[in-house]
């Protein structure tokens, strides 16, 4: 098979926020995109120009993988999180990599969420996870299964970028959040491109990637810097255990993890285009 742009594929098993990230950087190189989505007719609107030349094919796990959706794929990026019954490509095919004959790379999108609660002390990719909940034990399983198929594992902190950071959340007046001592860790969307693309060019299958900035924060940091940047007021803050949070929401809350994401410099190179959410933001809202 040739390895030109022209004969490359990317099979996007959940066209996102961050798979259209990657996709729109390697359809510039040429590769031919293909995306799975719950709604095509919406899905078609938010891409735009970009539509009429990626293919996009709805579903939403609930049916068998069509398997000829994976045979001209030579890259694959799935993103589409386990539910109860387990992965959904998974389950829906056979043999995954029989249904991926010319396949080159697979990259699995997780979440630092697998390593549960280190009481605030900070993690690598040598670090044996630990999750704490129901969703986060499924996501390890998910990524030891696809590892095991010759997947490249990133588990990413919490994704931001244009359209998606606390700069909305200042505009929207959302009240923060203030937990002594709780951090969150980011990473701007573009970086995880960056990422991926690296990945791509210097494959290792089976490797593991934390995708993080290294440079977690509170939440009233956050919103508080926002906000300064919009030149509007920041709401007042609430005390986490007077907050009205969903079970989902409050979940996030409650492991205490920081992540120092060594493999992508140290293997793939990369160099972080937003190293904190300070950075990030300004470009944010500046793009």
């Given at each position: ?78 993103s589409i999180?386990?539910?109860a ?22 990259g ?41 198929l ?138």
């Amino acid at each position: 098979m040739s390895d030109s742009p022209s004969a490359s594929r990317l099979v996007c098993l959940g066209l996102g926020y961050t798979a259209e990230a990657l996709a729109r950087r390697l359809a510039a190189r040429g590769f031919a995109i293909v995306g799975t989505t719950r709604d095509v007719g919406r899905k078609r609107a938010s891409l735009g120009p970009d539509a009429d030349a990626w293919a996009l094919i709805a579903w939403d796990g609930s049916a068998p993988l069509p398997e000829a959706l994976l045979a001209g794929a030579t890259h694959v990026l799935h993103s589409i999180m386990p539910d109860a019954a387990g992965d959904p490509v998974l389950r829906g095919l056979a043999n995954a990599m029989e249904s991926m004959p010319a396949v080159q790379w697979i990259g699995y999108l997780s979440t630092t969420g697998v390593y549960g609660d280190h009481a605030g002390a900070w993690v690598d990719e040598t670090t044996v996870p630990e999750p704490s909940k129901d969703r986060t034990r499924r996501r390890l399983v998910a990524e030891r299964a696809w590892q095991q198929l010759g997947a490249h594992v990133f588990r990413l902190a919490g994704i931001y970028g244009p359209g998606r950071s606390a700069l909305d959340r200042v505009r929207k007046g959302d009240t923060p959040i203030d937990k002594p001592g709780k951090c969150f860790n980011r990473i701007h969307v573009d970086d995880i491109a960056s990422v991926l693309e690296a990945s791509i060019a210097r494959p290792n299958p089976g490797r593991i990637y934390d995708v993080a900035d290294g440079s977690p924060a509170s939440q009233v940091e956050l919103l508080a810097y926002a906000a300064e940047l919009l030149g509007l007021p920041l709401a007042p803050t609430i005390p986490y255990d007077e907050a009205e949070l969903s079970p989902m929401a409050r979940s996030f809350w409650e492991d205490d993890v920081k992540i120092r994401a060594r493999r992508i410099r140290d293997e793939l190179g990369v160099t972080l285009a937003y190293p904190d959410y300070r950075v990030g933001l300004r470009a944010c809202l500046d793009p």
